[in-house]
């Protein structure tokens, strides 16, 4: 499950023992850092996810004119991330 709210992107992975690779879903265009990581050591997972990680958007011309671009994930089973879209001065 994913959903976006203002520049906040929610991603859920409920499945109990499938992780999935490249998942991709729409939003808008632009760089995407963790603010939260569920599978994170700190927080007793077993930090498969690179929190340090930039995660950039890929352009599909079909998805253009409604400023959405392809966000692709790798999401372990059992986790929630919570991304925010980077500023333009890259903050």
């Known amino acids: 499950m994913a959903f976006g ?3 906040l992107v929610f991603v859920f992975n409920f499945n109990p023992s ?3 690779t490249d998942y991709g879903f729409l939003v808008p265009a632009g760089k995407y850092l963790i603010q939260l990581n569920s599978d994170s050591s700190e927080f007793g997972g077993f930090g498969r996810v690179d929190d340090s990680q930039e995660h950039f958007t890929i352009h599909d011309k079909l998805y253009e004119k409604h400023g959405k671009e ?3 994930l790798y999401l372990p089973s059992r986790t929630a991330l919570v991304l925010k879209k980077s500023d333009s001065d890259g903050k």
């Open 18 to 20: 499938k992780s999935f």
């Open 70 to 72: 392809w966000l692709k």
């Open 5 to 7: 709210r203002d520049d």
